[in-house]
Each structure stands twice: as C-alpha cells, then as structure tokens.
C-alpha cells in the first residue's frame, strides 16, 4: 500500500513539473520520464524503450510490458489522483495509447477501458470542463474505431441516458459528453483517415443514435423553457442551458451526407436531415420554442439558439412527408422572423444581428419564392424584411458584415421572378418598390458615408475591392427587378455629385480657386464618385446574356455614357493637375467600370449605341475599344508610381485581347495601332518605375498577342522590334568589359530582356516562334553572351538574362518546330552551353555569402531548368553532339555536374525552387543522356544518388515525383543493362575476354550499399508515411525490389519481427500482397499490377487503423554480403577519360562514407 501511495504522490508531482515547468528544459526532461513509463508501444517494436532518461534512477514504476499494462497504469493513477494535471495527462496518454494500439486491446478490454472512463465521469461531476472535454474526446475516439467490432460501443444514446436520469450535475457532464462525442465521431481532428470503415460507423452513428440524441436534448430544452427541472445550485441553469444548446447545435450541423462539409460554417447548400427526423420538425411546438428559447436566453447564448435556426431553416423541403406540412413549418419560420423584428428581441447585440440576418439569407436559399409568396401575409412579411434590411443598410458602422447575407436575401428573391410566375401584380409590383429603395439607399448611404469614414479613419471597403464587389453584384440583380427605376434613383444620386466634381474641376482649370485649398473637398467628391462608378458597374455587368431586352440596354447606354463623360472630366483635370489630381480609388472604380462594359457589351452592336453616339459620336464596338484603348494609354502615361492602377489597367488590357475575335477587333483600332507602332514611347512613364518589372512583362505579353492575331504580321511583327533594335543597336557596338559595365547599360539590359521575356511568353504556334527568332537569332545572341560575362556576378542582371534564355528554348506547344534540314535547334544548344559555362564560372567561385539563394542558388536554378527545358523538349538531337564530338555537351554537363557538387544537400533541399528545378532537371537528364556519358566519377554518381534519395524525401509533391522518375529511370537501366550483360556472357562462355559492363552497373557494385539504402528509403515511405504519393513510390520500388530481391525478402522479414506480436501475423499478411502476381519482367503491365498492389497494401492498413511500427530507415550494415543482380560480375568497365566528369576528387571517400 505505501508503494502504490509513493507511485501515486511520485507521477502526480511529475504530471503538475510537466504543465508548470520552471524551465523548456525541465519540461522536455519530465515529458521523457511520463513517456518512459507510460509507453504506448509506437515506435519500439513492441517492446519498452531501453534508455531510462536519466533522473529516473530507483524511482516509483509500474510494471508494464505489453499495451493492456499502459491501459491499467494510466487507470489507476487516473482513480487515485484528484490533480486536473494527472487527469490532463492521463486522458492525454489516453488518446495516444488507444490511436497507435486499438487493434491490439481484447474485445474485453476495450468494453472495460469505455466502461471505466464513463463510470470515472459518473462518479467525479465536479470535473473541469476542460477535463470532461477531454474525457469525451477519448470516448469518442474508442467509439469511433470500435464502432463496427464492439457491439457495447453502439449504445452511445442508452449509456448518457444514465446521467440525463440523474442529478443536474450529471445531466450537465452527460450533455457535455454527447457534444464532443457528435463532433468527433463525424468530423475529428485526431481521428484516423477518413475511410470507408469510419464513413460508415460516422453514417450508423447518424442512424442509430443521433435521432434520439436529438429528441432527449430538445426535451430537455423544452423542459428549461418550461422551469420543471429543479437546480439546487447556483449556476446549474446556465451551464445546463449552455450544453443543451450546444448538443443541438453538434446534432444539426453534423455530417449527414457523409461529405466531410462543416454545414456550420457554410452558408450555401442545404442540411440534408433524415427522412427519420421529419416528426420533431413537423411538430407544431418545434419552431416556437427555439425561438422561444431566442427570446429567454440572454447573449451570447442566444446567438447560439439563433445558429440552430439558421440550421432547421435550411434543411431540405423533402424531409416533410406532405406539402402541408412543409407550408406549416414555413408560416411558423416566418412567424418567428417577423416576430423578431417586430419586438427587436436581441437585435442590440452584434452577434444576434449577424446570425439573424444569416437566417433571412439560409431560408431564402432553402424555401423557393412560391412557398413563401403564397403564404397568407407574405406582403406584410415581406415589407418588415425590407424595412429591416434598409436599416441594416443604413447602420453600417454598428454591423458593417450583415450586408453580403441581407443583400442574397434580396437578390435570390429577385431572381427567383424571373422563372416564378404567379406572384400577382400587387406583390410584383412591391418587391420590384423595394428593389429601387434598396437601390437608393445603399447608394445613398455608401456616398455619404465617405467623409465620416476619412474623417473618424474606419475601413474603407473601397480599399478591399474583392469583398465590395462580391456585394455588389449582388446588388445588381436586385436593381435588375425594376431597372429603369434603379436606375433612375441611382441617376439621381451620381448627377448632382457629377455636376459638383465637374464645377470644382472647372474652377481649377479656369484658375479660379487653388487646388490646395479644395483639396479636402476634392477627395470627398472623388471617393463619392467611385461609389458610384463601382455601383454603374455593377449594373452593368448584371446583363442577363440570355435575356437582353432593348429598353434595358437604352437604360444601360444612359449609365454608360455618364461614366464616359466623368472619364473626360478627370482627364482633364489630370492634364491640368498632373499626379497631384490622381486619386487611386477613383481609378480603380473606373477601370472597374470598364471591364463590366466589356464583359456585358463589347462584343456586340444593338441598341445602346445610339445614346454613345449623341453624346461622344460612337456608333460601333470598335470605336468603344478605341475609347478604352485611349484610357489604358493614358493610365499607362500617369499612374506611373502606382502598381495597383497599373496592374489593374494592364489586366482590362489582356481582358480585351482575350478570345479570337476580340483581339482581332482589338487590333484593328487605331488606339491599339499607334500604341503598337509607340509601345516603348517614352509618354509610358511607367517604364521608369523599377517597381513595375512584373507589370511591363504582362504588357508586353498583351501587345504580343495583338500582334500576332493578323494572318499577316510579318512586316508589322518587325516594326514593332524597331525600338528593340535602337536599344540593341548601341550595345553591339560595345567593345570593352569597362563599356559592359556601365550602370545605364547594365539598366538597359535588365529592361530589354526582361521585356523579351514578356513578349515571348505567350508565343504558342511555330509560325510567331520562328518569326521571333530569326529577328534575335543569331544577331543578337552575342550581346547576351557578352552580357553575362559581365554581370554574372549580379545577379539583378544575370537572372533576367537567363530566364530570357530559359524561356527562348521553352518548347510549350511545340513552338520550336525547325525544318528537318535548320542546324538551329544544334546552334541554341551550343549557346545554352556556353551560357552554362559563363555563368557557372562564376557561381562556383562564389564563397559563403548571407543571401545564398539571391546571389547564387537563383541563378543555377535558372541554368537547371533551361537544361532540362532542351533536354525535355524533344527539338535537339544529341547524337549528333556525341557522334562529331562536339564539346558544347560535353560542357555542359560538366558545369552542370560542377554546379552540382557546389551545392551542399542540405542547401538543395533547403530552397523549394532550387529542388525542384534540380528534380526535373535530374528526371529529364536521366532518361538518356546520363546512361549515354562514357563515364562519371564516382563522387558526382553518389551526390547523384543521394540527392535522389533526398528528393524521395521530400514534403513537395513535385520534387518527389520527379525524384521517384529518375530513380526509376536509372535502375530500370541497370536491370536491363545486367540482363543484357548475363546474356552476352552466356553467348561469349568461349571467349577469353569478358563482356564489358557500363560504368553505371559497375558503380552499383562497387558501392553495395547504394541500392539497399534507395530501397530502404522508399519502402519506409511506401510502409510507415501517410503520404499521398504511393503511386510515383510504386514506380522506383518495383524496380529496386527486382535488383534487390533477397534485401528486400531479409527487410521485409524485419519490418514484420519489429511488430508487437500480436500484429505480426497481419502485417505479414498485408506485405504479402505487395508482390502477389508479380512477375518482375519490367512489362508495365507488370508495373500498374505491382502498382495496384501498393495501393490495396495501403488501404488494408487503413481499413484496420494500423501503423507499422518503422525499422531504422540506413540500417543496411547486413547488405554488404547479399546476392544480387549486380553482385561479383567480375568485368571489364568501360572508361573513356574524355567524358565530361574526369576529373578526381578528394571526396568519393567522404560522399561515400555517407552510405
């Protein structure tokens, strides 16, 4: 008795040092000690780990030895201890113990281990609740992996009704349990995968138990209503109230499809309630007691009761088994709204007013407009909804994000009568009043909310145009019930503060008044305007395509020509003012108006156009694109020092260049020609910002398309190069380094490219590749030679030459389509070489500097990706390199071997463009060329090779796969090669000289541990890692296997004798099927089987939430000695000293020593 009293006291003092250390160190060391004496078997092979962490010397232990032994230590410290720090950590080891050995516990025991955490919780109410949280979590997850296997666990609702019958207290704990066990089982964070056994335990759950765990706790809600259940404490209402609620919001969010979709938390789509629940919702008594219970509970208890009606308002109309009663639950939903807005009940608290007004826009989405509008006093209901959403509107400051959900109310309801069609005159005529009203006092109210929002420094929704937009296309289609008096109302609001922003314009162009002293004013009117540019359109674009109709476009020619005459008058108080007179805001809502234009009317003549042409002379669509084309000149020519203006005038740009016939007809106009014949005018100020980099590369691959769009572009296409060539022109003339390095040559540089890069990339047939490069190639190729010779060393320069260069031998769409008899596919990749040689020069000199990435890594990752960009493009034929032995590919394969090996692995995987760059350059070098070099010394094979086995490793998808495919490729060569080889010697038995081998299968023997460790390190991700890449693993395993057959049986053989012993036999089992059927003749017939049989090995594992227990994943000490296709082939290596790595190195001992 006094040594379980001292184990007790010992782990109690050691569970409180854990959650309240002096020091991060002492925590680690307590953690060790728990962990040590509390194993959970993950990880040790079933047995318990060997190191006693030091501190632990003659102390207090439990004698454990198998799972079962955790499960009755943590039980009896559990029972004996009163501390929340030993109930934290128990229930904690809990979880751990029952997620990683389940499977393993007897049906006895896990029946026991539930029954002791629901008795422990019946006898301690007086538990925190953060403890009872935690208590129900780990019931939850029993529940759930036990579910299907133990017939005790299936009784969830019969063993909580135990406390229900009880006192307060224990209805209190029960309640709280229920809620955590209906979130966990159906959508746990800490659950196992999601697979078809949990599914389908989470869709029994539902059947089962839900229903009637619903009924209870709405009773119980009835009965809190009611006041017949006695509290003999203070707080015991609150807290009963709280978790019945809670419990009722748990059951009706909960994943009834089997979707994995937090219905909680979206606000489209519908609750799909079973058929089984339709008698508590067709109950008379339903509806007015949750809002019943709305009214009584105090906040924010209330916006919780307020959540469980936003849920029951959205469930679907074939839960109830007849119209009538469907009709029923729709009055009594109404009822309880207009109730609520009649009585104001809570509509002072912010978290109310939010989940009220999402409750307006759930129902809406759920009940049709004819249900609603054929309910006796729709009218009267339908007038407080508008009354209400026009105070909402009006009260932007107290609950500024209410407007998305009031305004979808309005908006599906307006929607909904275009295809309903009995609504009656009287009711059309309404909805289509409070459409204008709405209209009007959302605009009025925005426009004048401008000076209190500069004045008192609120958000501006102006400045988030993603959110404002969303909300105003809304707005939109409400306008579009009653558009001409919408619009109308709208008119009247813009004119007068048009007229007023083009009075003050023109006192300042007259010289009237001083622009500093109407500032203030002027950026009032200004953000007024944008409002209402961004409203116009908005309108605009709502356009139905499908129901165009004239009297609407008349209408929307009106909007448009106001906007156009606002466009006049900014121009011209921005040619008077210059960048003093920009306001962004305004811009943008203009541009914005712009591109709904576009998108509802570009594209077509019809009546519009007469109301353009009485006010600005436009009679066509090709005149209007002149008129935008005019604005993007002049936004370019401006807003130079604005990224955001710039960005989003560009995109209305490519938007308008964007389909066949639009850039066709944008091509045509003459704003659009001289910008052409002008793109590099000096008037674009823009071009002077070095912050616009990114933007002059979108304008350049706009101007390319509209350029190409003619049939016949050729002489255009070289007057367009003209002003490239002014600017190439002075730089061939450069005679000197000192020339090169000149800081205006070295910006002009970083333009020009930068520039070509932009106009190419968009590039997409031969016809304007080879247009594009007979103009650079070969006259300009030496500048950008000369260039990197120089500038190498910054990388500001070097990067944008050769992401140029990497982009000029990009062979997307199969551009680079050269005649059969063009030697230029063999002259890009002599230049490719030489800039290789050139930069890689450079970067190998580069010593350890802060910045690696920047000054080194970007750059050879450029050279990696231009590499495996020629390699992987399939217009250069390399042979004919090797056959006349030209040096250019043996040069760059040494440098990019010598760019390799300057890269430490850690820095490789360490930079996510550097890996991936380098992985693709490795999958794309490995399906040939690598097997084709006469030679490789040993150092870059190995670097090779782990860089590989790193790649494997890796968390990116990207770098994996392509890490997988060159492993793939590379011993799929070597098993070939080896077959080969054995039939050669089985041929020449007679002869005295032995066949010679490739060097790449002479390296594979000579490093004997090089093949099981790739093997180990796949198959360990293959077996113990959750990863969703099984079948790029498939692929490298398959063939390591082949080569590796008798490691990978003594390996195999290991993992299994690593797992406890009761899982021994299963695991053996499920490995077993990796190799069924398999015939290891390389066939990809064989491959997808052996691939199939990988996937199913994962999923029996996930069927029976098992996790293998992993084997060191380098202990390949035992591999020295075993047989394989490679072993002791005593041969004669082929070694030509004229390959492009010949090079020796001082560490192949090191890199080796690495495996």
């Not at 006192?507 to 409203?535: F, H, S």
């Not at 109709?549 to 210059?578: C, F, P, W, Y």
């Not at 939430?1105 to 084997?1111: I, K, Y």
């Amino acid at each position: 008795m006094a040594q379980h009293d001292e184990r007790i006291a010992y782990f109690s003092t050691l569970c409180e040092q854990l959650y309240n250390p002096k020091s991060s160190t002492e925590r680690d060391q307590v953690q060790k000690m728990l962990e040590y004496s509390f194993p959970t078997f993950a990880g040790t092979g079933g047995m318990v780990p060997q190191q006693q962490p030091p501190g632990m010397e003659n102390s207090p232990t439990f004698a454990i030895v198998t799972p079962t032994d955790t499960a009755s230590a943590l039980r009896v410290l559990l029972e004996n201890s009163p501390s929340p720090y030993v109930q934290t950590f128990c229930l904690s080891r809990f979880k751990q113990l029952i997620q990683a050995q389940f499977t393993l516990f007897s049906d006895e025991t896990k029946v026991q281990l539930r029954s002791f955490l629901l008795e422990y919780c019946f006898m301690h109410t007086d538990l925190e609740p953060f403890v009872i949280t935690q208590l129900a979590g780990v019931l939850a997850l029993l529940t759930r992996l036990g579910w299907l296997d133990v017939e005790e666990y299936r009784n969830v609702q019969k063993d909580i009704h135990q406390f229900l019958q009880a006192s307060v207290d224990h209805r209190i704990v029960g309640m709280h349990i229920l809620a955590v066990l209906i979130q966990d089982i159906h959508d746990s964070p800490s659950a196992p995968c999601n697979t078809a056994k949990f599914r389908k335990a989470a869709a029994s759950f539902r059947d089962t138990q839900l229903y009637a765990i619903f009924e209870t706790t709405f009773k119980t809600l009835d009965n809190l209503l009611r006041h017949t259940i006695p509290f003999d404490k203070p707080g015991q209402e609150d807290r009963l109230r709280h978790v019945t609620i809670n419990v009722l919001l748990k059951c009706l969010s909960y994943d009834f499809a089997g979707t994995s979709l937090d219905e909680a938390g979206e606000d489209i789509g519908t609750v799909q309630v079973p058929s089984s629940w339709r008698y508590v919702f067709e109950d008379d008594n339903f509806i007015p007691t949750l809002f019943g219970a709305y009214q009584a509970f105090p906040p924010p208890l209330s916006a919780k009761v307020m959540e469980c009606l936003v849920l029951v308002a959205s469930v679907r109309k074939g839960l109830f088994e007849t119209d009538n009663q469907r009709s029923k639950f729709v009055v009594s939903i109404m009822k309880g709204i207009r109730d609520v807005i009649l009585t104001s009940q809570g509509m002072n608290n912010v978290d109310n007013y939010n989940e009220f007004c999402r409750l307006l826009f759930r129902f809406r989405s759920s009940a049709p407009l004819n249900e609603m509008a054929e309910k006796p006093d729709y009218g009267e209901w339908i007038e407080l909804i508008a009354d209400f959403t026009l105070k909402a509107v009006q009260s932007w400051k107290w609950a500024p994000n209410t407007a998305a959900y009031l305004l979808g109310f309005w908006s599906r309801t307006i929607q909904s009568m275009t295809y309903y069609q009995k609504l009656g005159e009287i009711t059309a005529e309404k909805l289509g009043n409070i459409s204008v009203e709405l209209t009007r006092i959302y605009a009025t109210t925005n426009v004048e909310s401008v000076a209190a929002r500069i004045e008192e420094m609120l958000d501006d929704p102006l400045e988030s145009e993603e959110d404002l937009v969303e909300n105003l296309v809304m707005l939109g289609q409400i306008a579009r019930c009653k558009y001409e008096g919408s619009t109308d109302v709208l008119i009247a609001v813009f004119d007068p503060i048009a007229i007023q922003y083009q009075e003050l314009v023109t006192q300042i162009t007259a010289g009237v008044a001083n622009p500093d002293a109407l500032r203030d004013t002027m950026e009032v009117v200004q953000l007024k305007i944008a409002w209402l540019a961004y409203i116009l359109g908005a309108f605009i674009g709502s356009r139905p395509s499908y129901m165009s109709r004239i009297e609407t476009d008349v209408i929307d020619g009106r909007l448009i020509a106001k906007v156009l005459q606002l466009m006049e008058v900014n121009q011209a108080l921005q040619s008077h003012l210059g960048e003093a007179s920009l306001n962004q805001k305004l811009e943008m809502a203009i541009v914005f108006f712009l591109m709904q234009f576009r998108k509802s009317y570009i594209s077509e003549t019809n009546i519009l156009y007469p109301d353009l042409a009485e006010a600005f002379g436009i009679t066509d669509p090709k005149m209007v694109l002149n008129v935008m084309m005019t604005k993007i000149i002049k936004n370019l020519q401006i807003w130079r020092h604005n990224e955001h203006v710039i960005r989003k005038t560009l995109q209305l740009f490519n938007e308008l260049a964007s389909g066949f016939s639009a850039v066709r007809n944008l091509r045509k106009t003459e704003a659009m020609r001289i910008m052409l014949q002008n793109h590099m005018s000096s008037e674009f100020a823009f071009f002077e910002n070095e912050h616009h980099q990114q933007n002059r590369m979108l304008y350049y691959q706009v101007l390319c398309k509209v350029l190409f769009a003619d049939d016949h572009c050729e002489s255009d296409f070289y007057a367009f190069m003209r002003p490239f060539e002014e600017r190439l022109e002075p730089l061939e003339a450069l005679d000197s380094v000192d020339a090169f390095r000149q800081p205006a040559v070295r910006l002009m540089l970083q333009d020009i490219f930068r520039d070509l890069r932009g106009f190419i990339q968009p590039i997409q047939n031969r016809r304007d590749y080879t247009l594009f490069f007979n103009w650079f190639y070969p006259e300009y190729m030496p500048i950008l030679l000369r260039a990197l010779e120089v500038w190498a060393p910054d990388p500001s320069v070097a990067n944008v030459l050769l992401k140029f260069f990497a982009e000029l031998v990009h062979n997307k769409s199969q551009r680079l389509n050269f005649d059969v008899s063009s030697p230029n596919s063999l002259l890009l990749f002599r230049d490719t070489s030489r800039l290789i040689s050139i930069y890689g020069r450079h970067a190998l000199d580069i010593a350890e500097v802060n910045e690696k990435y920047a000054y080194k890594y970007k750059g050879i990752s450029i050279c990696f990706k231009m590499l495996s960009r020629c390699l992987s493009g399939r217009y250069i034929n390399f042979g004919v390199f090797w056959l006349y032995q030209d040096k250019a590919i043996d040069e760059a394969f040494h440098m990019m071997f010598q760019l390799m090996l300057s890269i430490p692995h850690h820095d490789l995987m360490g930079f996510p463009k550097l890996a991936s760059a380098f992985a693709a350059l490795l999958d794309d070098f490995s399906k040939e060329q690598l097997t084709i070099l006469p030679t490789l010394e040993p150092n870059t094979f190995l670097y090779i090779i782990k860089a590989c086995e790193q790649g494997i490793e890796s968390n990116e998808h990207y770098v994996r796969s392509h890490a997988c495919s060159a492993i793939d490729h590379i011993c799929t060569f070597v098993a070939h090669e080896s077959d080969h080889h054995h039939q050669q010697q089985h041929r020449q038995r007679h002869h005295q000289q032995a066949p010679a081998t490739h060097w790449l299968v002479s390296y594979f023997g000579q490093f004997p541990t090089v093949l099981p460790s790739l093997l180990v390190t796949v198959f360990n991700l293959v077996l113990f890692d959750g990863n969703s890449d099984q079948w790029a693993l498939s692929k490298p395993l398959y063939v390591l296997m082949l080569l590796q057959r008798n490691y990978a049986m003594e390996y195999t053989n290991r993992v299994i004798q690593q797992q406890l012993p009761e899982r021994q036999s299963f695991v053996s089992k499920a490995l077993g099927v990796l190799t069924e059927a398999i015939g290891w003749d390389l066939s990809n017939k064989d491959r997808e089987r052996f691939s199939r049989n990988v996937s199913a090995f994962r999923r029996e594992l996930a069927l029976h939430n098992v996790s293998l227990v992993p084997v060191s994943p380098h202990d390949t000490s035992t591999t020295t000695n075993l047989p394989s296709l490679l072993s002791n082939t005593a041969t004669t290596v082929v070694n030509n000293n004229n390959g492009p790595n010949n090079r020796n190195s001082n560490n192949t001992n090191a890199t080796v020593a690495a495996y």
